[in-house]
């Protein structure tokens, strides 16, 4: 892939945060779009027009959020951020990195939080710095420990379990046929954790209790809708045994 076809892509949401959040796509859609122009609605002298927000800027907040939302204003002008392609992702939440770069060189860390977009992951309490939330005349700043993206290509490494080492991984192929990461140097298979299934409705699957609202798995499997030649007023009439005795006026057409 070009770097052009990923810059491209670049506006697409990815698919873990799509899980995450367990939301349509076009709920995402409808959030994240932005209205730059439209013609004025039921006037026939204009025809139906509409000019959406085209680019939009990833960061660490969610594209359904407001903060996301405020930092795509029409007239905010972010700088192009580039990314390196990435065919298969392979660090998900829940698993333990260790870091390459920075102050933290070397310590390892859980990830609490990817950012897919913009190939990012967050280790819970590490590559932190000291972020200014709110300072007021004669009195001490308010500050808070922020933790700092780091990119999966080049300052993170999954830890193999053996040895607690960092190293590079394979996706690889069962007798059984399920699809494991594989530690290139030990050759032993790294667990995807349950943390990775945590959606923004419940922690784990198997924890999640249904409600009254819920369809479970027999209602799913019924035929609630089948399509028929009427209209909404003739099926209402059937559902409710309504028959129709008035004869229409006769028309005449000239």
Known sequence: MRLTDCLRDFKKVGELTKKYANFPD??????????VWKTPQNNPRYLPRTVKKKKYHFSEHRPWSMPFSSQ??????????????IKEWSIFKGDRVEILVGPDKGK?????????ERNWVIVDGLNCEIDEVAHYKGHLSMVQMKEIPLLVTSEVSLVDPSDLQGCTIEWRFTESGDKVRVSSRSGKIIPIPSLAKQTYDYKTPNTYKESEKDTTGDDI???TFLPLLKTFEMDVMDEMDI???RVPAPTYWY
């Open 221 to 223: 499997k019924k035929i």
């Open 108 to 116: 390892q860390g859980i990830v609490g939080h990817v950012i897919q």
């Open 243 to 245: 028959k129709e005795d």
């Open 72 to 85: 795509n204003n029409f007239g905010d002008l972010k700088p192009k951020a580039f990314l390196e392609p």
């Open 26 to 35: 076009s709920y995402i859609k409808r959030s994240m779009e932005k209205v």
